[in-house]
């Protein structure tokens, strides 16, 4: 698996072909999508839709955006935030960890999580954070599984679901 940060062009726009691939990716985790409330109908993701909430996400001066590529193809994306909104809140946050559906259970999303807490630790960080959604019980033993602990239980800012936030000891 290789992984490398996303790049957008000058103007900002993602090339066609990355972005039907991103596209793609998205769409096949019907399930996540169904659940988050992310996008208006989990059926009908759109490229237009999956560049709009990429172009959010990079607005943020602090965000990382990572993809990982097996045999030419993307296979996973991962958003981070070197901060949290709240200053008092020391460690960085995986805002976004996923894998295309038709790799679920090769072992990239843990390859792609390791790769993740690897860059943070390199910079001097001592956890990282994340926050799962409640009503996900299988994200919630996919991170548990990875050494991540329960640390509270809160909305999220964005859309006010119920989530499960969790930490790692870096």
Request: aromatic share 6%; glycine share 8%.
């Amino acid at each position: 698996m290789i992984v490398e940060p996303l790049e957008v062009g000058e103007d900002g726009a993602l090339p066609g072909a990355l972005l039907t691939e991103l596209t793609e990716l998205y769409a096949s985790n019907r399930e996540f999508q169904q659940l988050s409330g992310d996008f208006p109908d989990p059926d009908d993701i759109r490229p237009e839709q999956v560049a709009a909430s990429l172009a959010e996400e990079l607005s943020h001066p602090d965000t990382e955006v990572l993809l990982a590529r097996s045999a030419g193809h993307v296979i996973g994306i991962s958003v981070t935030r070197a901060h949290h909104p709240d200053p008092d809140d020391p460690d960085p946050w995986i805002g976004l960890l996923m894998v295309h559906a038709r790799d679920h259970r090769a072992g990239f999303g843990r390859e792609l999580a390791e790769i993740v807490e690897k860059r943070f630790r390199a910079v001097g960080r001592k956890g990282v954070k994340l926050a799962v959604l409640d009503n996900n019980p299988n994200a919630v033993a996919f991170w548990t599984t990875l050494g991540y602990e329960e640390v509270d239980r809160r909305r999220n800012h964005r859309l006010a679901r119920d989530c499960v936030v969790m930490r790692k000891a870096l």
